[in-house]
Nanobody, 123 residues
Framework: QVQLVESGGGLVQAGGSLRLSCAASGRTFSRDGMGWFRQAPGKEREFVAAINWNGANTYYTDSVKGRFTISRDNAKNTVYLQMNSLKPEDTAVYSC????????????????WGQGTQVTVSS
């Protein structure tokens, strides 16, 4: 059974940092792209960042460029999201996703999803 399990969320003050992890099990994703999405209350799930299979290419939504960094460790079957200079508008449930069939930017392209981890940024 394939599972993606996120961790590392929590409550942080504006300007602070968090590092999210997404550990995969049940199969290897070393040849698959992976991504992070977020959903704030009352809003649609939106793309945050993605990374190709070997980490050579990364993609970010404009609002997090320069603040967030996506990376992966294929030996650990894990993808990370380092979030710096956090803002209250970054508050959301962050979910990782794997194996996009098409554009990295579209949530419907991804086959596998984690349950999500809450990130709350206080002002």
């Amino acid at each position: 059974q394939v599972q993606l399990v996120e961790s590392g969320g929590g409550l942080v003050q504006a300007g602070g940092s968090l590092r999210l992890s997404c550990a995969a099990s049940g199969r290897t994703f070393s040849r698959d792209g992976m991504g992070w999405f977020r959903q704030a209350p009352g809003k649609e799930r939106e793309f945050v960042a993605a990374i190709n299979w070997n980490g050579a290419n990364t993609y970010y939504t404009d609002s997090v460029k320069g603040r967030f960094t996506i990376s992966r460790d294929n030996a650990k079957n894990t993808v990370y999201l380092q979030m710096n200079s956090l803002k209250p508008e970054d508050t959301a449930v962050y979910s990782c996703a794997a194996s996009p069939r098409g554009s990295y930017y579209y949530k419907d392209a991804y086959v596998y999803w984690g349950q999500g981890t809450q990130v709350t940024v206080s002002s």
